[in-house]
């Protein structure tokens, strides 16, 4: 059985992520990989109350999607 791993890169989405997670998982996602930039709210806590995510903090102010995606898709390997 394949599994299906999704990524996430958040920062203060502490209106939405709980409700983006549930969609995923809800959707047929298995695990998701979230990159947390720098948030100041509660986006991290409202992730990690999900068994299923796993949590990247990145301090950095500097936008690096490009970079950040590509660390998120290795560890989904």
Known sequence: MSKIIGTILARN????????IRHNLDHGVNEIILMNNNSDDATRDIAASFPEVTIIDEPSNHYLQGEWQSRMAHLAL
């Open 13 to 20: 989405e502490e209106d939405i992520i709980g409700e983006c």
